[in-house]
């Protein structure tokens, strides 16, 4: 599938924070492409953008509620399937005030408005890194790898209130949410989302495949 990259005006550097969290074993044996991406430090507010489309999409008649029911706190989680084999397109910014990472994803649709989703990835909380989508609601992260892709795999959510940081109960989150970042060779990448709750079973499951940008 041919894909063709956009370019944002980029100053990347170093960055050591994802394979921190790896640890530098499990981090060299990925594939340097896949190093590559994750070790690029975008400074000044600057953006990277990846093009792409997505390949699959699957929702359970409990995924389509919870996804649509998550549209009241902005939509976190891919709702509409006419989305499937419709162009996709993120873009990371460097978050300059927390020394984090914005994300937008935006998937295109067969009618209406493409979706939106945008969350700010950080390094904080116990696990090391964790996703804030807004509303004081958040998830930490735990990061793995395995053969060629790495993995974000959601360890308890929270809600901050007030100040307070409360861990959610397994019980009312809505279920393991694994994202992975599958290397594929030759500049090209598979973006995959699975969410899965022990009484419900999966819920979403999402392949999206993108191009590296531009140098």
Not at 20 to 33: K, M, N, R, V
Not at 155 to 173: I, N, V
């Amino acid at each position: 599938m041919q894909v063709s990259p956009i370019k944002i005006p980029e100053a990347a550097c170093n960055d050591s924070r994802f394979s921190d969290l790896l640890g530098a074993t499990e981090w060299t044996a990925l594939p340097a492409s896949l190093r590559r991406r994750f070790r690029k430090r975008l400074h000044g507010g600057a953006s990277v953008a990846y093009q792409g489309r997505v390949v699959k999409m699957r929702l359970s008649l409990a995924g389509r509620i919870l996804a649509h029911a998550a549209r009241l706190i902005g939509a976190p989680l891919p709702y509409d399937m006419s989305s499937q084999d419709q162009p996709a397109v993120v873009v990371v910014t460097e978050d300059i005030a927390s020394n984090g990472q914005f994300w937008i994803r935006q998937y295109n649709r067969k009618s209406g408005f493409p979706q939106v989703i945008h969350s700010s990835k950080r390094f904080a909380g116990p696990t090391g890194l964790e996703e804030y989508i807004g509303y004081g609601i958040g998830m930490a992260l735990r990061v793995e790898a395995e053969g060629k892709a790495l993995f974000f795999k959601s360890d308890h959510y929270f809600l901050q209130l007030f100040g307070r940081r409360l861990r959610l109960p397994r019980a009312l989150s809505p279920g393991a949410l694994v994202i992975g970042h599958h290397d594929l060779g030759d500049g090209a990448f598979l973006f995959s989302l699975d969410l899965h709750n022990r009484l419900f079973g999966p819920l979403i499951q999402q392949d999206a495949l993108f191009q590296d940008a531009k140098e």
